[in-house]
Nanobody
Framework: QVQLVESGGGLVQAGDSLRLSCLDS????????MGWFRQAPGKEREFVAA????????YYGDSMKDRFTISRDNAKNTMYLQMDSLKAEDTAVYFC??????????????????WGPGTQVTVSS
């Protein structure tokens, strides 16, 4: 059973970097695609990035592709999101998610079967 938990969130200043982690403690992590989403107060959940089960096909939301990097370490059952040049508009709760059905990930939340509880990222300007 997939059990995801995010970590690494916090309060940073604009221009800083932050790395989020997502640990799967219960499933067969290396067999499914993973994704990151975020949700700011009063806004819909937004796609951030996704990565295939083997890590060779990452892709990003339009506003993140030049600043964020998604990666995974299947030996550690962990996915990462490196966020550079953070902006105030990146402030949100960040969620990781696992897709057992779509091997190369997807940008729509309905493709994902399991979600972590989220980690707060706050960027002060």
């Amino acid at each position: 059973q997939v059990q995801l938990v995010e970590s690494g969130g916090g309060l940073v200043q604009a221009g800083d970097s932050l790395r989020l982690s997502c640990l799967d403690s219960g499933g067969t992590f290396s067999t499914y695609a993973m994704g990151w989403f975020r949700q700011a107060p009063g806004k819909e959940r937004e796609f951030v990035a996704a990565i295939s089960w083997n890590g060779i096909r990452p892709y990003y939301g339009d506003s993140m592709k030049d600043r964020f990097t998604i990666s995974r370490d299947n030996a550690k059952n962990t996915m990462y999101l490196q966020m550079d040049s953070l902006k105030a508009e990146d402030t949100a709760v960040y969620f990781c998610a696992a897709s057992l059905r779509v091997k190369y990930g997807a940008s729509w939340s309905g493709a994902y079967d399991s979600w972590g509880p989220g980690t707060q990222v706050t960027v002060s300007s």
